[in-house]
């Protein structure tokens, strides 16, 4: 269970004031080995912020994330080790992520070798395996990242990350910056690199046409909350949650299926002051009394399935 609540400066009249933001507000999530699960829910609603709990960049303000069954908060020495390169992150921007003053050869070599996974002799041969791997021409390691394409580039984040031996890539919008022809690339490199190394992804994405391609489970948050996950094959055809159903009829069907749903009015509330009770309640369509009084609790709906509406009490 897991929550992240962190200082927001706010304009007040002449002054900035500091507000806390309940940016990931009790998040229960697991995730097995092998598996693809996709998150989504607008910007703002706390995706990102719960991808980088999940990667161990940002520690949780409560709860714990749990690598093997041990708190990596807990783990020093080797076991830390292992922790920090099992979970990578791969970002939305590799730009800003690539160090410009840094040839590949080095972003990518870098941590292998202090790290001890290879030796200073071999991180050239090193290298240029793992620049194979992503589909890039080993002799432009030589290079530094602004002589990429954007395309190019997310491949070296891809490779930086793939160089310590991952076990779990979380991948937050790692496709939205590129053009819509290099991110098809760029998802069967992602499914070619889980098939050989047997990779498990957390894949943050508002694109839900994307997630819904290469999900096998889908995470819906909305205002830090999870509101449903399912199955994706499930949760595509009957959305259970009100803000799932929103959500989901704006994907465009290749089958023309009709949806009956009414697209999302409004916009994201704030999370400086999310709505009482249930936080989608100003936007639901399906909004009773009860939906502004009290928090509808994640229930079990179907196997593999929750949702939190008060619709399904
Ligand atoms: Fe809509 Fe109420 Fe369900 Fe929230 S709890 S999604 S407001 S029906
Ligand atoms: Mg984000």
């Not at 080797?78 to 003053?101: C, G, W």
């Amino acid at each position: 269970r897991l929550d992240f609540a962190g200082k927001l400066a706010r304009r007040l009249g002449a002054g900035l004031e500091e507000e806390t933001v309940h940016a990931v507000d009790g998040v229960d999530l697991s995730i097995a080995q092998g598996e693809v699960v996709g998150l989504v829910g607008e910007s703002g609603c706390g995706k990102s912020t719960l991808g980088r709990m999940v990667a161990g960049i940002m520690p949780p303000s409560d709860g714990a994330i749990l690598y093997k069954g041990r708190d990596i908060a807990s783990l020093s020495g080797d076991d830390k080790l292992e922790a920090t390169f099992a979970v990578q992150m791969i970002f939305q921007d590799p730009f800003s992520s690539l160090n410009p003053r840094m040839r590949v050869e080095d972003i990518i070599g870098e941590a292998p070798v202090v790290h001890g996974l290879v030796s200073s002799r071999n991180k050239s041969d090193y290298v240029d395996e793992v620049l194979t791997k992503v589909g890039l021409d080993p002799e432009l390691k030589r290079r530094y990242p602004h002589q990429f394409s954007g395309g190019q580039r997310q491949r070296i984040g891809i490779a930086r990350a793939l160089a310590v031996k991952p076990k779990f890539l979380v991948c937050d919008e790692a496709i939205a910056a590129l053009d819509v022809s290099i991110q098809a690339q760029v998802i069967n490199l992602f499914m070619d690199l889980r098939e050989e190394f047997d990779l498990t992804y957390l894949f943050i994405s508002h694109d839900l046409s994307v997630v819904e391609h290469i999900s096998e489970r889908v995470v819906i948050m909305y205002l830090g909350r999870v509101v449903e996950a399912a199955q994706a094959d499930a949760l595509f055809a009957a959305p259970n949650h009100p803000y799932a159903q929103a959500l989901l009829s704006e994907v465009p069907r290749l089958d023309q299926r009709k949806r009956d749903f009414q697209p999302i009015k409004g916009e994201i509330p704030s999370p400086l002051d999310p709505p009482p009770g249930c936080h989608f309640h100003p936007r639901c369509p399906q909004a009773f009394e009860a939906c502004s009084a009290a928090r509808p609790l994640l229930k079990t709906i179907a196997p593999d399935r929750i949702s939190a509406c008060h619709l399904n009490d």
